[in-house]
């Protein structure tokens, strides 16, 4: 009976399942309507510090209207928000305020280049559909969340880009489940901790970059199931033990870099059955061995950086048979011996050539001068003999050295080999400017004061500033403006620091213990030109927001307030490079180790700056004082005010700017903007440090005998009486390291803009993991002197005032 009751009513309980099964669906319909959605987006709008004028089609006015709302894609079907593309929109915001879930069915996020700060949310991993999710070049912290191995649809060419972020948590093992993921990159983070074995779960993957951060333990020999990688980058981290063999699977990778680690291995004859690499560095390693015969598989290659490790053995003949691709070849800083091979006269695309400081002997294969594309030639510091033409047949060459060898008399006449035997070479070439540079520079400075009245016109852009109002980028800062001027008593003269010509900077202790750096310029009794001003602080905000680098100071936010402009730093209670060098604490702090180290962290500030921020940054202002210390004496430039993108497209010419005393002598003449007048910022910077002083008698003496065609007799300097006499002389190990930034410092300040160094260059030196012996004296040590040419004025390097 009971059974038919229950038959009998069975429609009905179905109907009132169903029911109530499409009335919980509804809330998820309602949460994915357009309407929905656009109340979703307005909301997040409301929490930017400043929303951008790009995005006022994002309104209630236009509620009605979001498949045409700037970066906003819908889908043609149901109306719905598919992709938000917001890349380099300039928004500061944090992604905790983003409802995710009215936007399940999204397939593409875009946040590149923004200032987006604080946690990734874990709610990411609902976004089931997304295809691309690029967050890169943003300021996001803390740790990758796991559920963003949920995204199981990432799949498009394009990629998952965190890169230039924050985070600090080690790479999630989740990430493998993304088993369509094809563009991986995590570079320039803090992440820590193992390379995951699940990222050879990645079988679509063909990029992936995890350079520069603190990646540690062995590479994964999972990585060899990433069968279809072209690019692979794990450099500048502390990954240690082998190359894996399994990396020979990876036949259609032509990118590898795995440079500046500490890996302690031979190189794998596995790796000479990648045939598609173009590029292959390792170099700054631990590695050692032979070279295997089976890297000569790599005919395709066109990059090889093999220096600063441990490598032995010859030089094989069939190498250099089968890279007839090559055009940067480097191999200094190792142990290879016996002679270089006739063969690599078969290098016809080489254009540069470095196999210094290894133990090559024999004489110079004649073939080698048949390479007419060679523009960079090192062969010094080592056992090469013979001779070589009277008129070395390079056309292009323009750095070439063969110094520290065992040649006969005869190549001393050869140009840029005219030193003495077995004595350090460093060429200063000065062009014909003589001092009309001085004249010209002081013509030019007037000019340049006379031009305040015109400027004026601009300072109407202070309005547009003044919008801004307050903008903290950084989600770490947990103060507001008002706590500022509360902790300086609205800018108390006993917290200021320091004064410079783009305003003063002040000390702010705030109740919470936090310390901060606030740089501030009244615009109404500046004695600088207003819209200048105005100027520089826009340019410093625009550079400080977009660059990371640890060598480069951190900027917390800016504010603006009754007429003044602020810009809030990290504080380093070391000051300035100025204040500690000229202190009264200046020699028991700045010993030799420590003002090397400065030095190197100087280089490879300007070094990120010129090559790996797109377009570079030129700095213009590298001065002693503009180089700030943390605890630990790390470098970290600061004042960007003057800072200026550069293009390779532009003349880039500009009124003077810079501090006396620094500035490359070629602005004066031509006031064309260029990288190298940072080299010469730094070579001037490096040598103060060194000497303890200002080195303007050996800037001076450049200019002097340019114009006197150097008729004055040659005054010997000695290296010893040029470094600081506060400190006692350097010894072993530390001696060389000083000489060598004695060396790179005297070549960036050639008169000469091409004569100078890259900064990439000198920073690559100075991070040589190891400075051979004979650095500086002669392998049996019986020759212990060399000399230092600055055009006419010789600085000799007694080899026994370091022993």
Known sequence: MEGGVFSAHKPTYLLLLLHIFLLALLPFKVISSPKTQAEALLSWKNTFVSAPPSLTSWSLANLNNLCNWTAIVCDQSSKQVSQIDLSNFDISATLTHFNFTPFLNLTQFNLNGNNFTGPIPSAIGNLSKLTTLDLGNNFFDYQIPVEIGKLTELKELKYLDLQMNFLNSSIPSELGFCTNLTYLNLTSNHLEGPIPSSIGQLRELKYLDLRENSLNSSIPSELGLCTKLTYLALSSNHLEGKIPPSISQLRELQHLDLSNNFLNSSIPSELGFCPSLTYLALASNKLNGELPLSLSNMNTITDLSLFANRFTGPLLPSLFSNWTEVVSLQLQHNSFSGNIPPEIGL?????????????????????????????????????????????????????????????????????????????????????????????????????????????????????????????????????????????????????????????????????????????????????????????????????????????????????????????????????????????????????????????????????????????????????????????????????????????????????????????????????????????????????????????????????????????????????????????????????????????????????????????????????????????????????????????????????????
Request: aromatic share 8%.
């Open 347 to 803: 290098l016809s695309f080489l254009r540069s050539l470095d196999l210094s400081r290894n133990h090559l002997f024999g004489s110079i294969p004649l073939t080698l001068w048949k390479l007419r594309l060679i523009q960079s030639l090192n062969l010094s510091n080592n056992y090469l003999n013979g001779s070589v033409p009277p008129d070395i047949p390079f056309p292009l060459v323009m750095n070439f050295d063969l110094s520290n060898n065992n040649f006969t008399q005869e190549i001393q006449k050869a140009p840029g080999n005219s030193k003495k035997h077995n004595k350090v070479i460093i060429g200063v070439l000065v062009p014909v400017c003589g001092l009309s540079v001085v004249a010209t520079t002081i013509a030019l400075i007037r000019m340049f004061h006379k031009k305040t009245k015109r400027a004026l016109k601009k300072t109407n852009s202070a309005q547009n500033f003044e919008n801004f109002e307050s903008m903290i980028l950084q989600e770490e800062v947990k103060f507001t403006f008002g706590e500022v001027v509360k902790a300086i008593e609205d800018f108390h003269e006993k917290y200021c620091i320091g004064k410079g010509g783009f305003g003063r900077v002040y000390k702010a202790e705030l109740l919470s213990g936090q310390v901060v750096a606030v740089k501030r310029l009244n615009m109404s009794d500046s004695n600088d030109i207003p819209a200048i001003n105005l100027q520089s602080f826009e340019n410093e905000i625009r550079t400080l927001t977009n660059i990371r680098h640890r060598n480069i100071i951190r900027l917390y936010g800016f504010c603006s307030r009754r007429g003044c402009i602020f810009l809030l730093y990290e504080y380093l209670e070391r000051g300035s490079l100025g204040k500690a060098l000229y202190g009264v604490d200046g020699v028991t702090e700045l010993g030799w180790a420590t003002r090397v180290k400065v030095v190197k962290g100087l280089a490879h500030a300007l070094s990120y700056l010129h090559h790996d921020c797109s377009p570079p940054i030129v700095h213009r202002d590298v001065t002693v004082n503009n180089v700030l210390l943390e605890s630990d004496f790390e470098a970290r430039l600061s004042d960007f005010g003057t800072a200026r993108l550069i293009s390779a497209n532009s003349s880039n010419w500009t009124h003077i700017v810079g501090s006396f005393g620094y500035m490359a002598p070629e602005l004066a003449l031509t006031m064309r903007v260029t990288d190298k007048c940072d080299v010469y910022n730094f070579g001037v910077v490096a040598l103060e440090v060194m000497m303890g002083r200002h080195p303007g008698d050996l800037l001076e003496s450049q200019l002097s005998e340019s114009s006197q065609s150097m008729k004055e007799d040659n005054v010997e300097l000695f290296l010893k009486d040029l470094l600081d006499q506060r400190l006692e002389a350097p010894r072993n190990e530390l001696a060389k390291a000083v000489v060598l930034v004695m060396s790179l410092a005297l070549n960036c300040i050639r008169t000469c803009p091409r004569s100078r160094p890259t900064m990439l260059y000198v920073a690559q030196k100075l991070s040589a993991q190891s400075l051979p012996s004979r650095t500086i004296w002669h392998a049996n040590h019986q020759q212990a002197d060399g000399d230092i040419k600055l055009e006419g004025k010789k600085i000799k390097l007694v080899g026994k005032f370091f022993v």
